[in-house]
Every structure is written in C-alpha cells, then in structure tokens.
C-alpha cells in the first residue's frame, strides 16, 4: 500500500483524511507542528512548515505528499516558502505525487489570503514533482470557528462578510471522502472544484449559527473592497456544477449544538 505524508494532519481536514487513509489499509504519517499526542494511531512526525525544521526526517520513504497545511497568519512563510521547500526536498526525497489542497475562487476574488493560496499553486506547479491541486469551497466549521473567536469577546458584535456573499459550505469529512481516491491515483494537475450541497447567503449562514448559539448579538457586516465584495457576491468562491455530499448547514448546526438548541429563535438586533 501507499505511504503517504499529510502535512497540517492534525488539522480539520488532514486528519479527516488521515483517518480514510488509515482505513484504506494505507500508511500514515502525521506531520505537524505538535507533539504526537498520546492516542495517535498513526505515524507521528513533528516538524515545521515556517521554518523548515524537522520536514527532510519526515519525507523519508513517503510515496505521495497531501499538502493540506496553511496558516493564514504566517502564509508567505508557510503557505508558499514552506510549500517551496516541502516539493524541493519530496524531489530529493523521490515523493511520486504531490497533492496540494486549495481553495475554489482564489483565481478571482483579489482578497490578500487567496493571493497567497493561488502563489502556493503556482509553486506547486514548478516544483517539478508531479501533481495535483484540489480546490474546496470553505468547510463548515470555518463560520463556527470565527464566532467562537468573537464570543471571547462579551461586547464584540458578530462580525460577517457581507450579507449578500454567497457560500457552499461543504463537511471537511466529505472533501476527505471525495480526495482519497484522488490522492492515491496518478497526478491530475488542477482538478475539478468540489463544493457542498447548497449556496446559501452570507446572512441566512450568520442568523442560524447566531439561533443555535442562543446569543443575542447585534450583526455587523464588514466592509470590503469594491472587487472582493462583488466576488462573493458573485458567487466566485462556489462551483454549482460539482456539489458533493449529503451534509448541509442545518445539518451540520444540530450535529454540532443539538437539533433542540438550533431550534432556538432569540431576537436578532
């Protein structure tokens, strides 16, 4: 079977896939930041992707490379001079397939993170290594993971992108399911974009989390540049010809806070 590498393992979507992959009968090995914890069930490799620390040692006897790491507060440093020198060393190393996670739309909206994301594409492509590049829509966990960093905050009102973006929440365990065969086939260069289910507003996204949170926050939407905003609004960042998966936003809320708590309907300012 397949050896394979996920760096940002231990994140939402690599650990998704680590634990398809482990199922699929093929061997793991976690790279992260963190330190193996306790109860892992695969092959553990700490390294760094900023600084370049510990990631030669990870690669040895890898076959294929799943990129799924990024940090939107360091990304030229990881997301694109980590990525240069994760492909150089896995050419040294003899990986026959880099599979790189991405973004869908970061080809159209000129926002600062998406820049980054398409330069780390473009790294990939020179690399020399062959490849694949996923683009995914924004996971549902992205909105929940936002609000939980404002409600540490008990005078923050709750802050979205603007009311009218369109999104196509899609389950970071659904993009494991639909990658793995693609990880273990042979480098496709830019696959086809896949997205979730449904496109909802950016504004039915925000109310629903804020009801089955059962908070009462005034609801401000941040102000963007002219071209990022109509982006969104545009839809840019979605792919309505290749929805996949069963799991919608609804879904997802009563999975996370409970089908009474997402019932709830406290007045929104």
Same mark, same amino acid.
């Given at each position: 079977?397949?050896?394979?590498l996920?760096?940002g393992g231990?994140?939402?979507?690599?650990?998704e896939?680590?634990a398809?992959?482990?199922?699929a009968?093929?061997t793991?090995?976690?790279?992260?930041?963190?330190?193996?914890?306790?109860n892992a069930?695969?092959e553990?490799a700490?390294?760094?992707m900023?600084?370049?620390?510990?990631v030669e040692e990870?690669l040895?006897?890898v076959?294929?490379?799943?990129?799924?790491a990024?940090?939107?507060?360091?990304?030229?440093?990881?997301?694109i001079?980590?990525?240069?020198?994760l492909a150089?060393?896995?050419?040294?190393?003899?990986?026959?397939?880099?599979f790189?996670?991405?973004?869908v739309?970061?080809?159209r909206i000129?926002?600062?993170y998406?820049?980054?994301?398409?330069?780390a594409?473009?790294?990939v492509?020179?690399s020399?290594l062959p490849y694949?590049?996923l683009?995914?829509?924004q996971?549902?966990?992205l909105?929940?993971?936002?609000?939980?960093?404002?409600k540490r905050?008990?005078?923050?009102p709750?802050l979205?992108?603007t009311?009218?973006?369109?999104f196509q929440?899609?389950?970071?365990g659904e993009?494991?399911e639909?990658?793995?065969?693609l990880?273990?086939?042979?480098p496709a260069?830019l696959?086809?974009?896949v997205?979730?289910?449904?496109?909802?507003?950016?504004?039915e996204?925000?109310k !629903?989390?804020m009801? =089955? /949170? &059962?908070? $009462?926050r005034?609801?401000?939407?941040l102000?963007m !540049?002219?071209?990022? =905003? /109509? &982006?969104f $609004?545009k839809?840019?960042?979605?792919?309505p010809n290749?929805r996949?998966?069963?799991?919608?936003?609804?879904d997802?809320l009563?999975?996370?806070?409970?089908?009474?708590k997402a019932a709830?309907?406290?007045?929104i300012?």
């Amino acid at each position: 079977m397949t050896r394979i590498l996920i760096t940002g393992g231990a994140g939402v979507l690599g650990s998704e896939i680590a634990a398809r992959a482990k199922l699929a009968g093929h061997t793991v090995r976690v790279m992260s930041r963190k330190p193996r914890p306790a109860n892992a069930d695969t092959e553990w490799a700490q390294a760094d992707m900023g600084t370049g620390e510990g990631v030669e040692e990870a690669l040895r006897g890898v076959d294929v490379i799943v990129n799924a790491a990024s940090n939107p507060f360091n990304t030229k440093k990881v997301d694109i001079e980590g990525t240069k020198h994760l492909a150089e060393l896995g050419r040294k190393a003899g990986v026959e397939h880099l599979f790189h996670i991405s973004i869908v739309g970061i080809d159209r909206i000129p926002y600062s993170y998406y820049q980054v994301k398409l330069a780390a594409e473009q790294v990939v492509k020179q690399s020399g290594l062959p490849y694949s590049i996923l683009r995914a829509t924004q996971f549902h966990t992205l909105p929940g993971l936002f609000f939980d960093f404002l409600k540490r905050f008990y005078w923050s009102p709750a802050l979205f992108l603007t009311p009218d973006a369109q999104f196509q929440l899609i389950d970071p365990g659904e993009v494991a399911e639909y990658a793995m065969p693609l990880i273990t086939a042979q480098p496709a260069g830019l696959l086809p974009d896949v997205g979730g289910p449904e496109i909802l507003r950016m504004d039915e996204i925000a109310k !629903s989390l804020m009801v =089955a /949170e &059962g908070v $009462r926050r005034p609801l401000i939407y941040l102000p963007m !540049s002219r071209a990022i =905003a /109509e &982006g969104f $609004r545009k839809g840019y960042n979605t792919c309505p010809n290749n929805r996949y998966g069963k799991i919608t936003w609804a879904d997802w809320l009563a999975r996370r806070y409970g089908t009474a708590k997402a019932a709830r309907q406290p007045s929104i300012a």
